[in-house]
């Protein structure tokens, strides 16, 4: 088969250089549409026989072939021929040299547009729940490891200062949170990506009697695109919002992995992984690097810049598709494997976390509790600011004590004592059904 495109009238020569750049890595990413881009043909032409415009006897032929097609797909066997401009065309070119004619009736009331701008819409979904189930996977060990470690002590920082006690409950349950906020973004993403564009067409509609409704039943959309130009309108600006949320959730992974990334390093000495999860040096035998955590913090920054590139690549368009929306593929689809693997791997690493015991029995680490002191003067009736000036000239003149094993004690919702673990697991349980 030679140059196979949809838009093709008559033999044309098109320029091998124009085609190769206009081209450019499409076909990659279109590979991982095709289930969808049949999925979209099985309800677009059940609609079409719905509103007459396809015979019954057509639409049951035409349906047989797209779901051997779509078997192909699953089983991994797809390939987009090396003269078959896209995903579209190939899945166009394989029904019609299976069943002749009835295959050439699927684009009745369809635009190449209108079908890219679903199969997207379809996939980004499809993300969406995995990245959601990846999440919360994480929040959920998380959690745990709070809880099994809740009464591990822990130093807390500002400014990378010493500060005052925390906990690796409370560490573990901080990020546990943070998960809970990074999917109210996705779910809001979500609900972007669950509105069907199918039956906008070039982006004005078309002057068949399409029945939208029936598309977006069928493809199990909440609810539609009414506007056609917006239909269209709305590539691109999907994209960048699902990003958003992914770049949230890997924002939160960064900072993680570099807390980890600190706490493994020998002055710290707080946490340890088994050899096998680290790497070791060529020439220094005593090295246990956090490569892992470091492949997951410059990853994650990088999955950040996906929001700001696409905003590049979109803010000046007019209304309209163009082709310049081709990009946003090659730079979301690789954004959201990157962002999911980044999610198995600090599974993976915490699932073998190994705390060190009594860290804070290290003499550098007996300021932390200067607060501790400061309260505890407050509770026998000191005004603050006394309090504050008396524990300050102990620290000063080097005559600072605390016993923290007796009386460290906090009480309030999401301190050391009280983490709240199960109000930050009901948050987490209200943003989850948001994606029902």
Avoid at 128 to 139: G, P, S
Avoid at 256 to 261: I, N, R, S
Wanted: with cysteine.
């Amino acid at each position: 088969m030679s140059g196979q495109k949809l838009w093709s009238k008559e033999a044309t020569s098109t320029s091998q250089l124009v085609e190769t750049f206009t081209v450019g890595r499409d076909k990659e990413f279109d590979v991982l549409l095709a289930e969808y881009d049949v999925l979209g043909s099985l309800a677009h032409t059940q609609m079409l026989e719905s509103a007459g415009l396809l015979s019954k006897e057509d639409r049951e032929q035409i349906h047989r072939e797209l779901n051997n097609i779509l078997a192909v797909i699953r089983e991994g066997k797809f390939v987009i021929e090396k003269d078959i401009e896209d995903v579209h065309s190939q899945v166009e070119w394989m029904l019609t040299q299976r069943i002749g004619e009835a295959g050439k009736k699927i684009h009745s009331g369809r635009s190449r547009n209108d079908q890219v701008a679903v199969d997207i819409k379809l996939y980004l979904r499809a993300q969406v729940l995995a990245l959601k189930e990846e999440t919360h996977e994480l929040f959920e060990l998380l959690i745990r490891l709070s809880e099994q470690y809740k009464d591990k002590l822990l130093p807390g920082y500002t400014h990378l200062q010493i500060a005052m006690p925390s906990s690796f409950g409370l560490w573990f349950g901080a990020y546990a949170e943070s998960l809970v906020d990074d999917l109210e973004l996705l779910a809001a993403a979500y609900q972007v990506v669950n509105k069907n564009p199918l039956g906008s067409g070039a982006g004005y509609g078309s002057s068949f009697p399409l029945d939208r409704e029936l598309t977006t039943r069928l493809l199990h959309f909440a609810t539609l695109n009414y506007n056609s130009v917006y239909a269209q309108m709305s590539r691109g600006k999907t994209e960048k919002i699902v990003a958003t949320g992914l770049a949230t959730i890997a924002a939160t992974l960064s900072r993680l992995a570099m807390d980890c990334c600190l706490y493994i390093n020998q002055n710290f000495g707080f946490i340890s992984f088994p050899s096998e999860l680290t790497t070791g040096s060529s020439i220094m035998p005593h090295k246990k690097n956090p490569d892992v955590f470091e492949l997951i913090r410059a990853k994650c920054n990088r999955i950040q810049a996906a929001p700001n590139e696409l905003t590049l690549l979109i803010n000046n368009l007019p209304s309209g598709y163009h082709r310049d929306l081709q990009l946003t593929k090659e730079i979301l689809f690789p954004a959201i494997e990157e962002g999911k693997a980044c999610l198995q791997m600090m599974r993976l690493m915490l699932s073998n976390i190994q705390i060190r015991d009594g860290i804070l029995e290290d003499e550098k680490y007996k300021y932390l509790f200067s607060v501790e002191a400061v309260n505890e003067l407050v509770n026998k009736g000191i005004p603050f600011r006394e309090a504050y000036r008396q524990v300050g000239n102990q620290i000063d003149k080097g005559e600072f004590r605390f016993d923290h094993r007796q009386q460290l004690h906090h009480t309030h919702a999401g301190s050391i004592g009280n983490l709240s673990n199960d109000k930050i697991a009901a948050e987490m349980e209200k943003v989850m059904k948001k994606f029902a």
